[in-house]
């Protein structure tokens, strides 16, 4: 047993006139016995006290057939004096708690040395139906062996009792008999002499798991397994669940292995290889489950069993240093000839805190390609929470464009001269928007840059299709030095003019423009076959920093770029101005005709209002008329 029960009983006092100090005896004893063994006989040792203090002396049986927890305590005390007291606290058959104190002033008057006072031989039982587990324990109860419970106790106790005094406290585990169901092995016990006392029970629904860490620090262990089993125990609080986790990290030459076993909110789990050979290797494993003792991995196998296993590598022509170490790794680390693959020297650190660890683990070594982190910016493994800091910065390139181009396909030229370093953690990006109305040029906005945001990936994505407006987006979210280093759009941009044939003969035109600011005075023109609608919007760009202007065109922002486009599209974008075609018949051939747009009276343009179709402002002097309220908001018109 755990002699984890150290109580300092020492205490100051005020010397009174007269009052000589005391020699007593001082002893701590804790032990799980079996009651075949009673009555025991204990020797202590002697203190001199301080003046006015007393002698004391604590014992405490906890009786459960067929064992015995014995609590002894004796010291010095500012307590008052007290006659020899024998308190039964629960009586059995089952489980009994019987309490023995005293305080006296003499020199070693605290002078019992036996457990007579507290015996008393417990009459035969008959057996009852009811068969309990009994346990007296610190550590756990996994393998408590079952007995048949007296008739008299017809229901199972588990709980624990907690005893504290100055300098220390003891948490034993208790399982056995009793007379009656609920937590109250203690009858109200609060305090026995100088230690304090209370139960804690297991509700139903609440958990018990095995508790314990590994830290092991060896070569091999990727190959070799480990032991990973323990006998401690846990008792989870209501919602929580049993957890095992292992982190493994192998340079080579050395490797290291943290693993935690407890209970935990965390419910997510997984085996993953997070940083694969030729090279370092850093592999996890997480399992959660929901009932008693399942967190039970035997050993390191649970992980070991899916690691790749690749053939021994050649040598290659690389030279890394190489290190594994609970810190920060020496400037002076062995340098090593890195396995044929490997392409980049790794110099890092991961800080893990959880689980009952903390622990910084300093790593060098080499790997098979020059990504910025190991962990691919894992924030949480199991119950551990990581984090990964470069020795070495990620450098990204950067730089902003924001433009209008009559052919981007083959004169875009996206580098950039300017480099960034990167914070730790973040990724380097590309994006880029296109944007195009047809018979007008192409809109460009793109930017290069370190981003703090984002998984690895690259997206693709078409906003709007032909005919009519076409919007395009791509981004590339990459974790290597300079990876976002795209030159031209050949391959995601390749909208060809729309051709004179495919050109509408319905009478609907749109005003036609793209144009950083505002689209006055724009053209118009006839729209493509399968287009119904005119679309006027405006689209707003923003970023940490703003892009700059390129042109100097009225209204022009002064902190977002924003882009203004009017064209065709062949989908309702908004009911105000958007209208579907209308079935007309010729009253003469009777030939049925579509209307692709309906005029809208009144309309306003310039400030003015029409109840009619007008020339006014016409360069080709023919009438037409607005296709929404205000043409001087919308700027959607047809000829009438």
């Excluded at 009555?39 to 006015?52: A, D, I, L, R, Y």
Aim: proline share 7%; aromatic share 6%; charged share 15%.
């Amino acid at each position: 047993m755990s002699s984890a029960l150290l109580l300092a009983l020492l205490g100051i006092t005020l010397p009174l006139p007269g009052v000589r100090a005391l020699n007593c005896h001082w002893g701590i004893a804790e032990t799980v016995r079996n009651v075949s063994e009673q009555p025991f006989q204990w020797k202590t040792s002697q203190q001199n006290c301080g003046e006015g203090l007393g002698c004391q002396e604590t014992v405490i049986i906890t009786q459960n057939e067929p064992l015995l927890y014995l609590l002894l305590i004796k010291g010095c005390t500012q307590a008052a004096n007290q006659e020899a007291r024998v308190t039964e606290h629960r009586a059995g058959p089952g489980l009994s708690i019987t309490s023995y104190t005293r305080v006296c002033r003499e020199d070693l008057c605290n002078d019992l040395s036996t457990s007579l006072p507290l015996w008393t031989p417990l009459p035969p039982t008959v057996p009852g139906s009811v068969r309990c587990p009994v346990c007296f324990s610190t550590e756990g109860c996994l393998s408590a062996p079952e007995v048949t419970c007296p008739a008299e106790s017809s229901h199972c106790y588990n709980g624990v009792l907690h005893l504290t005094a100055e300098g220390g406290s003891t948490r034993l585990k208790v399982q056995g008999c009793i007379s009656q169901a609920g937590c109250n092995l203690l009858n109200g016990t609060q305090e026995i002499g100088p230690i304090s006392l209370r139960e804690t029970c297991s509700p139903k629904g609440v958990l018990t798991c095995y508790r314990g860490i590994i830290l092991q620090m060896s070569p091999n262990l990727s190959r070799d397994p480990v032991k990973w089993s323990t006998s401690r125990e846990q008792q989870c609080n209501p919602g929580e669940v049993c957890q095992e986790t292992l982190l493994l990290i192998d340079v080579g030459p050395r490797s290291i292995l943290l693993g935690s076993k407890g209970c935990s909110q965390v419910r997510t789990q997984a085996t993953s290889i997070h940083s694969r050979p030729p090279g370092v290797l850093v592999a996890s494993y997480t399992r959660v489950c929901s009932s008693n003792y399942c967190n039970s991995a035997a050993s390191s196998s649970v992980l070991i069993n899916v690691l790749p296993r690749p053939a021994a590598p050649a040598p290659g022509h690389l030279q890394c240093p190489i290190c594994l170490a609970l810190g920060s790794c020496s400037q002076s680390s062995n340098v090593v000839t890195c396995p044929k693959g490997t392409s980049h020297c790794y110099k890092g650190e991961i800080f893990l805190q959880g689980g009952g660890l903390v622990s910084p683990v300093g790593i060098q070594g080499c790997v098979a390609h020059p990504s910025s982190t190991l962990l691919s910016r894992t924030k949480s493994i199991g119950v551990f929470d990581v984090t990964e800091t470069l020795a070495q910065k990620l450098f990204c390139q950067k730089g902003t464009f924001t433009g209008i181009q009559e052919d981007p396909a083959n004169t875009f030229n996206w580098t950039s001269e300017k480099v960034e370093a990167c914070d730790n953690g973040a990724l380097c990006q590309e994006t880029i928007l296109l944007v195009k109305t047809a018979g007008t040029k192409t809109a460009i906005l793109a930017t290069k840059s370190c981003s703090l945001d984002g998984t690895p990936a690259i997206t693709y994505i078409r906003h709007a299709a032909d005919p009519g407006l076409v919007a395009i987006s791509y981004s590339n979210y990459c974790e290597d030095p300079f990876c976002n280093n795209r030159e031209g759009l050949y391959d995601i941009w390749n909208i060809q003019e729309t051709k004179e044939e495919t050109k509408g003969t319905t009478g609907l035109r749109c005003p036609t423009c793209l144009a950083v600011g505002s689209c006055l005075n724009a053209p118009s023109l006839a729209c493509p076959n399968d287009t119904d609608r005119c679309y006027q919007g405006k689209l707003q760009i923003a970023e940490d920093e703003p892009l700059p202007d390129v042109y100097d065109l009225p209204e022009t922002p002064t902190t977002t770029p924003s882009y203004t486009i009017a064209g065709a599209q062949d989908q309702q974008l908004s009911e105000d101005y958007c209208i579907p075609p209308e079935e007309k018949k010729d009253t003469a051939s009777g030939a049925e005709t579509k209307d692709y747009a309906k005029c809208v009276f009144p309309f306003i343009y310039g400030n003015k209002s029409y109840q009619t179709c007008t020339k006014t402002g016409s360069v080709t002097r023919r009438y037409w008329c607005s296709l929404s309220p205000n043409f001087d908001e919308d700027r959607a018109w047809k000829y009438c």
